[in-house]
């Protein structure tokens, strides 16, 4: 079986970073495809970054710029999301999610929050 771990939520002030990570474990080898939700209260899932298995990158627009995908140079199944100029509106449980034989694989979540 394949779980995906996710660690690094936080409150954070506006203006501020976090990264967070998520690491899929089980039965899968990198490099893997590993894609970034977030939910905030009261609105959909939202797609916010995608780092595929060639390496390519993409970003939602709400986080283009601000936000960076990246691998972990040692542990190609384990991937990042580097966090700059957070806002409230950022605030949202982040989710990654790996694409693996078939199946969708999603993390528990965590939570990020952006406040003063």
């Known amino acids: 079986q394949v779980h995906m771990v996710e660690s690094g939520g936080s409150l954070v002030q506006p203006g501020g970073s976090l990264r967070v990570s998520c690491a899929a474990t089980?039965?899968?080898?990198?490099?893997?495809?590993m894609a970034w939700y977030r939910q905030a209260p009261g609105k959909e899932r939202e797609w916010v970054a995608g780092?595929?298995?060639?390496?390519?990158?993409?970003y939602g627009d709400s986080v283009k710029g601000r936000f960076t995908v990246s691998r972990d140079a040692a542990k190609s199944t384990t991937v990042y999301l580097q966090m700059n100029g957070l806002t409230p509106e950022d605030t949202a449980v982040y989710y990654c999610?790996?694409?693996?034989?078939?199946?969708?694989?999603w993390g528990q979540g965590i939570q990020v929050t952006v406040s003063s």
């Open positions: 999610k790996v694409p693996w034989r078939g199946h969708d694989i």
């Open positions: 089980g039965q899968i080898f990198g490099p893997i495809h």
């Open positions: 780092l595929y298995a060639n390496g390519q990158t993409k």
